[in-house]
Each structure stands twice: as structure tokens, then as C-alpha cells.
Nanobody, 123 residues
Framework: QVQLVESGGGLVQPGGSLRLSCAAS????????MRWYRQAPGKERVLVAS?????????NYADSVKGRFTISRDDAKNTGYLQMNSLKPEDTAVYYC???????????????WGQGTLVTVSS
């Protein structure tokens, strides 16, 4: 069974940094696009950043995090990352990773979600 396992959340002061990880466990052959979403209390889940696969690694960011967050991936480790710098209280949310995963070359991509990791920015 393939699943996405997130780590790296926690409590950080304003202006601090955190690095989130999203590792695909189980047998897979390929990960296409990877995305990070976040959901603040009482709000809808929104897209924060995305990165394409195929060795291209084209990135895209929500305006609210441009210049502060960096999405990356290590395909050898089947892992994606979200480096978050200059964190603000409004960045407080549960962060979810999302990825299109192919288990074998004979199957189509399946969309998976991580369990979510809480990021709290507070003094």
C-alpha cells in the first residue's frame, strides 16, 4: 500500500523557519506533480505550492508565500519538501502534501494525500 507520510511541523516563532517533508512509502515507479496545501482553522484548504515531475521541476506558488517558501523534491528518495522561511502567524495551518503516484508502469497515476502536519506560528 502506497501512502504519503508528512513530517516537520511544529511550533515556531514569527520570523522563524520550518522544513516539511513528504515521503512516499511503498512500491512506486514514478511521482508526477507534487503539491502542498494548507488549511487554517475555519477556512478552506488552499494550494500553497506545486512542482512538476519528469526531471523538469517547474514550481508555482501562492502569492501569499512567494519569496518565503520553496518547494523541492528528491526523486531518488520519493520525497518532497517545503522550506518555509520568514514565517508569519497567518501561516498557521495544517499542511497537506498531495501527489500523483504511479505504482507500476502499467497503471495510471493515482492521487494521494498525506495525513497533514500542523504548523503553528506564534510568539
Amino acid at each position: 500500500q502506497v501512502q504519503l507520510v508528512e513530517s516537520g511541523g511544529g511550533l515556531v516563532q514569527p520570523g522563524g523557519s520550518l522544513r516539511l517533508s513528504c515521503a512516499a512509502s511503498g512500491s512506486i515507479v514514478n511521482i508526477n506533480v507534487m503539491r502542498w496545501y494548507r488549511q487554517a482553522p475555519g477556512k478552506e484548504r488552499v494550494l500553497v505550492a506545486s512542482i512538476t515531475g519528469g526531471g523538469i521541476g517547474m514550481t508555482n506558488y501562492a502569492d501569499s508565500v512567494k519569496g518565503r517558501f520553496t518547494i523541492s523534491r528528491d526523486d531518488a528518495k520519493n520525497t518532497g519538501y517545503l522550506q518555509m522561511n520568514s514565517l508569519k502567524p497567518e501561516d498557521t495551518a495544517v499542511y497537506y502534501c498531495n501527489a500523483a503516484v504511479r505504482r507500476t508502469w502499467y497503471q495510471t497515476y493515482v492521487e494521494l494525500w498525506g495525513q497533514g502536519t500542523l504548523v503553528t506560528v506564534s510568539s
